[in-house]
């Protein structure tokens, strides 16, 4: 549809057209017809839901020949984009369960993704700032299928019946996502990449944002919203970025690829929305590095001794 007014504008110009508005009783001519066949196609394209139709606007806007008409064809992307933000109205049996549970049974995949992320975010906050935390004994723990089973288990346990998250669930190409979490009553599973932050550089930090979440995890028409979620051990200190500068922490690191989701946003219309999340163990655990050059010292202390043992 934008290609095809795009196309039209080449040959039923605006400048060109009719001004009925006003003058009262009249006969359409051809040229009423084709302007007005015209204009329908962005009809059609405003009244399509979807992402695909708001970067249709946005194209159409930059590249409308009639300059005047731009800033027009922006407000429409704009007021769209306002549109589809809006949430549908609750039913009665949300309410209820609302407010007998704080909580709302998701009933689309767009909800799916919103009780996920707030799930995500209560494990950040337990772990970051809460006063029973076990980030110091996650903290050790190298192995991402272990971190992968902790964060699987704890949102499984605090499910309320919302969703289920099935063990090792392979795609048709025989990947893995980390965590693919199912509603209930429908089908569009939201799922989730896992990372051990220090294990991985910028670049790769980004890649796998970009090919493993976006271009393979979803690729199914049911899940257009995902997860990437990144766990810190305070090892590393410095992750190189695709602009050539450095996130010299673990919190700007995020904001950068939050930031890099937001300009490859229009390669991937079938993809609503990312969120990326990261959880800090340090903030409640152990100063990684001050504990490796402490256990560094024990060693050196330990192997002094046994050499003086050996020469006594």
């Known amino acids: 549809m934008k290609a095809l007014y795009l196309l039209m504008q080449d040959y039923v110009r605006e400048e060109d ?3 009925r508005a006003g003058r009262g009783v009249y006969s359409p001519e051809l040229r009423d017809d084709a302007q007005d066949a015209r204009n329908a196609l962005v009809s059609f394209i405003r009244e399509t839901p979807g992402k695909e139709a708001f970067l249709a606007l946005l194209d ?3 590249e409308h020949p009639t300059e005047t008409a731009r800033s027009w064809m922006a407000f429409h992307a704009k007021e769209k984009a306002t549109l589809d933000a809006d949430a549908p109205a609750w039913s009665p049996h949300q309410v209820r369960d609302f407010h007998d549970r704080l ?3 998701p009933a689309n995949h767009r909800d799916l993704w919103y009780l996920v992320v707030d799930r995500l ?6 772990l970051e700032e809460g006063d029973s935390s076990i980030a110091s004994i996650l903290q050790p ?4 299928t272990e971190i992968r ?4 288990n704890w949102c499984r346990d605090r499910s309320g019946g ?3 998250i099935p063990q090792e669930e392979e795609l048709a190409d025989a990947k893995r996502p980390d965590l693919r979490f199912h509603g209930v009553g429908f089908d569009g599973p939201v799922p989730t990449e896992l990372k051990l932050a ?4 910028g670049p790769h930090l980004f890649e796998r944002l970009e090919i493993q979440l976006c271009g393979d995890y979803l690729r199914d028409k049911r899940s257009s919203r995902g997860i990437f979620l990144l766990v810190y051990h305070g090892t590393k200190t410095s992750w190189d970025l695709p602009n050539g500068k450095r996130a010299e922490s673990f919190d700007a690191v995020i904001d950068a690829l939050q930031n890099h989701w937001a300009i490859l946003s229009p390669q991937f219309p079938g993809v609503e929305d990312i969120k990326v999340i990261g959880i800090d163990l340090t903030k409640r655990g152990l100063d990684a590095k001050a504990a490796s050059k402490k256990q560094g010292r024990k060693k050196q202390r330990a192997s002094g001794y046994t050499g003086l043992g050996a020469s006594g």
């Open 103 to 105: 909580d709302r049974t």
């Open 60 to 62: 159409i806007s930059r």
């Open 17 to 19: 057209d009719i001004d």
């Open 121 to 126: 975010l209560d494990l950040k906050h337990d």
């Open 162 to 164: 919302r969703y289920v």
């Open 141 to 144: 723990i190298a192995k991402e």
């Open 198 to 201: 220090d294990k991985w550089t």
């Open 149 to 152: 089973k902790y964060i699987g």
